[in-house]
Every structure is written in structure tokens, then in C-alpha cells.
């Protein structure tokens, strides 16, 4: 994602002016384990930061000014159990993760004065086609279904959030 097309995005949600935007979802991201450090290139540790943090920064800094103008609002970024629990094989997943975490931190201090809120969803295993055909041993009960990632996402980029900012929420399912 380039900043031109992040403020595209946020242009066209913002083209019709009886609906100003009242919040964003970030969820854009992906997953790649490695090896542990010393054996993982860093154009592998980069492209986690890229696919992970970037778009959250782009799309966020492209929304911000249409938020503060609308008096306030929501924005929620998907970081991963990961950010705060990490696993041998994945460190810049789990960087990239917690950037996103720390991002959204900063975004809910620099922006409450101005109404707008921040918070954070931490998933553990999202139980997707993808997750179960990577994992096909794996206890699928166990992981977090994408509907209930959703209410919470929902919840909080919803007024009823209002008093919220800056909370990290963790969504593992049963895991």
C-alpha cells in the first residue's frame, strides 16, 4: 500500500458529505514464520513490518484529518496474541505485530483531546480455510472464529466504545 492510495480509500469513504467518517478498521496483514532470528533474512523481518504495520500507518494518517473534522471517532487496529505472547519461528511477525500495538498507543494519546479513540483487538488463531489447511492437526475448536472477532471490532469502532481508547483486547476463543 502507498500513501496515495490509502488517501484514495479514505476520499471515497468520505465522498458523501451528509455521512462523515466516524471510524476505521485496520485489518489488513499477514503471517510468515521463519526460522528462529539468526536464521531468518531481514528481507523476511521486513516484509512483516510491511504488510503488517504499514497499511495501518497509511491508512490511519490518511483517515485522521477526516475524523478530528467530524468531531471524533474510532479507529481499531488488528494486532495479534502474538504482539504480547511470542512463539519461537515468528519474531518479525510478532515485531510487526507489536509495532502495530504501539501504534495504536500512540494514536490514543496523540488524538483523545480531539475526540478520537484508538484501541486494539489481539486475536489469537483465527480459525479461517487458510489457518486450517497450514494446520490440519491443529484443535480448530480452539481458535477464534472471524464473526467473533467482528463484534468486538464492531463494538468498538461503535459510539457505545465512546469511554475507550487505548485498550488492548484480547480475542483468543478457547486457545
Not at 526460522?35 to 528481507?43: F, I, K, M, R, S
Not at 512483516?48 to 478530528?68: E, F, G
Not at 500512540?106 to 483465527?126: F, K
Not at 464473526?147 to 469502532?157: D, M, N, P, Q
Request: hydrophobic letters at 50%.
Amino acid at each position: 500500500l502507498e500513501p496515495a492510495g490509502a488517501a484514495r480509500a479514505v476520499e471515497a469513504a468520505t465522498a458523501e458529505p451528509a455521512a462523515p467518517l466516524r471510524a476505521v478498521v485496520n485489518l489488513v496483514g499477514g503471517y510468515a514464520s521463519g526460522g528462529l532470528v539468526h536464521e531468518t533474512p531481514v528481507e523476511e523481518f521486513d516484509r512483516m513490518l510491511r504488510i503488517n504495520l504499514r497499511p495501518t500507518y497509511l491508512v490511519t494518517q490518511a483517515a485522521l484529518p477526516h475524523l478530528v473534522a467530524a468531531g471524533g471517532g474510532a479507529v481499531v487496529c488488528v494486532s495479534a496474541r502474538a504482539a504480547v505472547a511470542p512463539f519461537p519461528g515468528a519474531a518479525g511477525y510478532a515485531t510487526a505485530k507489536a509495532a502495530v500495538l504501539a501504534f495504536a498507543n500512540a494514536v490514543a494519546v496523540e488524538y483523545r483531546q480531539r475526540g478520537v479513540r484508538c484501541n486494539t483487538v489481539l486475536p489469537s488463531v483465527i480459525d479461517t480455510p487458510a489457518n486450517r489447511a497450514a494446520q490440519p492437526e491443529a484443535d480448530h475448536r480452539r481458535w477464534v472464529p472471524p464473526a467473533e472477532i467482528a463484534g468486538v471490532i464492531r463494538f468498538l469502532a461503535s459510539d457505545e466504545s465512546a469511554p475507550t481508547s487505548g485498550a488492548s483486547i484480547p480475542v483468543y476463543g478457547r486457545a
